[in-house]
């Protein structure tokens, strides 16, 4: 069957195959490969060596400190976001499968926000944060932290209801006889919360954790939409930085593509270890 | 015995009804008042927006109800916002393009992945084998690492209309759907497929026969994960497409606001009001399909 299936490779594979290479594996290399060049577009490229990733760190000889910025920024914003989300939608979802009436609407109505894009959801949550500020005299783009706290809030509201719906499978593939098991013991609701619930969910606990975490990495159109990076690139998250570099100054493409370079080696560690430590629990039941 | 039974009854009873319920119904409200509160000031006179975003009079209750009433009448405008909102973001057009760009490259990633996933898992060479690992790698890689080179590569091949783009959707987002094909694919037994191509079938006729069919739950999971992606997707079609020409609903939302950052937040609220009812329409009747999507592509990570 393999033999007469291999014929067909023009057909079943070739289109995927082309567009993959247009859309991915072509310009995955050539971006690496331009990331070690100075040029203004994909033809008039010039070898410079190691010169972008200089220039990351340092301009005429002088520390620049906007990426290093906008990296602890970022950490600091995904570390927020992986804490509240999931605090919060394990909350919610250990609520919503005690059985309580009304329980699928009340999935519905938290699940919503999800499907509305960045950018819809960043107008949103633009109007009502300064038709408030505006009591105080202040904007959303006031200070940066005014901004961060803005997007914890809109990524909180968008991503609660997806990691509540993977906590919820979560919570209704433990077993029930465990739970009864561990009431019959004697343990009350946080014991048995501490030693059966949270470490039979470890690999959903995992999945939600690194699906957060990688999320908030990698935002952009609540960034733009909500800040814009203000006030002066202080709001600016890795993905804006990277956008803002390549396409807000002449003659730093080739800067930015180096930055991207090293965004897409911090995500893939995050991947990685992420695949690495959901793999070994696997292995472990 | 029958003490213990009507005990352990109220308890139920308070666990599971009254209060929790109550609770839940205020904090859903509270959820979703954000887009409440965007309906309703889409239909307020763009200047009191800002000054209470929360009333729909600009007389207070309390002055009684005939001032209440004709403040109402000041703030509130009709469909004023909905005709400017339209006219300036030309929102039928956008929406046509989001539509015919999402459900073209919906369609086309069904299709063409998971012909690729079922050749690959069953054709094992060196090729075959790169292309999965190919399609593995392709899934932790942002869109920023790409971005530059892609968007001049499609302006070089004139990919920069919605038939072009949809060939750049295909492209990027084939590493999860042939990973979610393939995964489906090694569960399936061969032997129907082996009984097909001995009594004359061709494997197109063998995939599309009998394969296919057996793929739709893995399918409807792939395209409801796609739609959702492409559908509100900003920077790729932003960079790719020539934006003078066509513009998505995401763009075209992100393009009223003007360069020097002034918003008409009336026509900006009508706007917003009109991105979401498609959503909401579409996910109270794919609901189920939705969640189902969402697990599965969330397990992969």
């Not at chain 2, 790169?130 to 392709?138: D, R």
């Not at chain 2, 296919?212 to 079609?237: E, G, R, S």
Request: net charge positive; hydrophobic share 55%; proline share 3%.
């Amino acid at each position: 069957m393999e033999k007469a299936i291999k014929k067909y490779f023009p057909i079943f594979v070739l289109p995927t195959l082309i567009a993959f290479a247009i859309g991915f594996i072509i310009p995955f290399l050539y971006g690496i490969f331009l990331s070690f060049c100075k040029f203004t577009t994909v033809t008039d490229f010039q070898w410079t060596g190691f010169d972008n990733y200089k220039r990351i760190l340092y301009v005429n000889g002088v520390l620049d400190t906007t990426f290093l910025h906008s990296l602890w920024y970022t950490a600091l914003f995904a570390a927020v976001c992986v804490l509240v989300i999931n605090v919060v939608s394990f909350t919610i979802a250990m609520l919503l499968t005690k059985g309580i009436k009304g329980t699928n609407l009340f999935r519905t109505v938290f699940f919503m926000p999800n499907l509305i894009g960045g950018i819809v959801l960043s107008y949103i949550w633009l109007m009502l944060f300064n038709s408030i500020l505006q009591h105080i005299s202040k904007t959303i783009v006031s200070t940066q932290w005014y901004a961060f706290w803005g997007m914890v809030i809109v990524v909180c509201w968008q991503q609660i209801g997806y990691m509540m719906i993977i906590y919820i499978a979560g919570i209704q593939n433990i077993p029930g006889e465990l739970i009864e098991a561990a009431k019959i013991d004697g343990a009350g609701f946080w014991q048995s919360l501490k030693s059966v619930i949270l470490p039979m969910l470890m690999p959903t606990i995992t999945i939600c954790t690194f699906l957060t975490m990688s999320n908030g990495f990698k935002l952009f159109d609540q960034n733009l939409a909500l800040t814009g990076g203000n006030p002066g690139k202080m709001s600016q998250l890795l993905a804006l930085n990277i956008y803002d570099t390549m396409y807000g100054t002449a003659g730093w493409q080739g800067v930015g593509q180096a930055k991207a370079v090293i965004f897409f080696l911090l995500v893939a560690v995050i991947a990685l270890v992420q695949n690495k430590l959901t793999t070994s629990k696997e292995v472990e039941q | 015995m029958a003490k213990k039974t009507e005990e352990s009854f109220s308890v139920r009873r308070a666990k599971h009804g009254g209060i929790y319920t109550l609770v839940f119904a205020v904090f859903s409200l509270v959820w979703i008042a954000p887009i409440l509160i965007v309906v309703l000031n889409s239909f307020k006179r763009k200047a009191y927006i800002f000054r209470n975003p929360f009333s729909i009079s600009s007389r207070s209750i309390r002055d009684g109800w005939e001032p209440f009433v004709q403040g109402a009448r000041k703030v509130m405008c009709g469909w004023l916002n909905y005709n400017n909102a339209v006219k300036k973001t030309d929102f039928f057009h956008a929406f046509q393009y989001s539509l015919f760009i999402t459900v073209a490259s919906v369609i086309l990633i069904i299709l063409c992945t998971s012909m690729c996933a079922w050749y690959i898992t069953r054709v094992h060479n060196k090729v075959t084998g790169a292309i999965y690992v190919l399609c593995l790698f392709s899934m932790i890689v942002p869109f920023q690492m790409v971005m530059f080179t892609l968007s001049k590569f499609a302006n070089l091949l004139h990919l920069g209309n919605p038939l072009g783009i949809v060939i750049v959707y295909l492209g990027f987002g084939a590493g999860l759907s042939v990973f979610l094909f393939t995964g489906f694919i090694k569960g399936i037994s061969i032997e129907i497929e082996e009984a097909a191509m001995i009594d004359g079938c061709t494997p197109l006729r063998t995939f599309f026969g009998v394969v296919f069919p057996i793929l739709k739950p893995t399918a409807i999971t792939v395209a409801i994960l796609q739609a959702m992606w492409i559908w509100n997707d900003y920077l790729l079609p932003s960079l790719v497409l020539n934006i003078n020409k066509y513009k998505t609903i995401p763009i075209a939302i992100q393009y009223l606001k003007q360069s020097h950052g002034q918003i008409d937040w009336g026509a900006m609220m009508a706007v917003l009001v009109l991105a979401i009812v498609p959503i909401v329409i579409f996910y109270l009747f794919c609901q189920k399909y939705i969640i189902e999507g969402v697990l599965a592509g969330a397990v992969k990570g």
